[in-house]
């Protein structure tokens, strides 16, 4: 019997590579028109190569960027921020909200584990309007320590005060979510909607969530 859903948000809740996207091709058009010399192409490889470095949450990018290239000055390095930010959207995949409103109606405690800084985790979930439905959230600021290491997960445990067998996690990432959920002993679920990078590859999990409506069929199923 499942009693509470731990849920990851980047490409779980959200679909984050498109929100980055959104933001990064306004930040790239930005910053050519104050003189960036180059090529929007070029521009958003080289941005997401330094993601791939520095991580995707990682905040002085476009500093990092403009310094690559040897093109950096504050004129330059300001449009883009504005530009990254005018087009900021956040929006939970279809049906998402629906779903989150229908486990919690039906008596389940929901929590998020994620591995964005606390303000980042906090301002994804207030962007959405679904922050109230979280009975617990567990950024990374709080044990300053990522999944797949068990820390942020017994926080959520432990607040949550249901058994690790009745909890089911579900996460896009098969090394940091699925990993940590079966140290814990949790139900596992991997959420293969979320990253199309990361294929077809196994993802060890108990369930496998092919569209976000099917957290609620499997939920459902195993509480039948
Ligand atoms: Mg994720």
């Not at 000055?73 to 504005?82: D, F, P």
């Not at 896009?172 to 990253?195: Q, W």
Request: charged letters at 30%.
């Amino acid at each position: 019997m499942i009693k509470a859903v731990i849920f990851d948000i980047d490409n779980t809740l959200i679909d984050f590579l498109e929100m980055k996207e959104k933001s990064l091709g306004p930040a790239v058009e930005a910053m050519i028109s104050k003189g960036l010399d180059m090529s929007k192409e070029e521009a958003l490889e080289r941005i997401y190569k330094l993601y791939e470095k520095y991580g995707m949450e990682y905040k002085l990018i476009f500093q990092e960027f403009l310094k690559s290239v040897g093109q950096f000055n504050y004129r330059i390095l300001t449009a883009g921020i504005i530009g990254y930010r005018s087009k900021r959207e956040v929006k939970p995949y279809p049906h998402m909200v629906d779903i989150l409103k229908s486990l919690k109606d039906s008596g389940l405690k929901l929590a998020i584990v994620s591995d964005a800084p606390n303000i980042k985790a906090w301002m994804r979930l207030s962007y959405m309007e679904i922050d109230d439905l979280f009975d617990v959230v567990v950024a990374f600021d709080d044990t300053k320590i990522a999944k797949p290491a068990t820390l942020p997960f017994e926080k959520a445990v432990a607040e949550l005060g249901v058994v690790r067998k009745e909890i089911f996690m579900i996460g896009d990432m098969p090394d940091k979510d699925v990993a940590g959920a079966k140290k814990m002993g949790f139900i596992s679920c991997f959420a293969r909607y979320g990253n199309p990078k990361i294929g077809k590859e196994e993802s060890g999990a108990d369930y496998e969530a092919e569209k976000p409506e099917d957290i609620l069929k499997i939920i459902e199923k195993i509480n039948s």
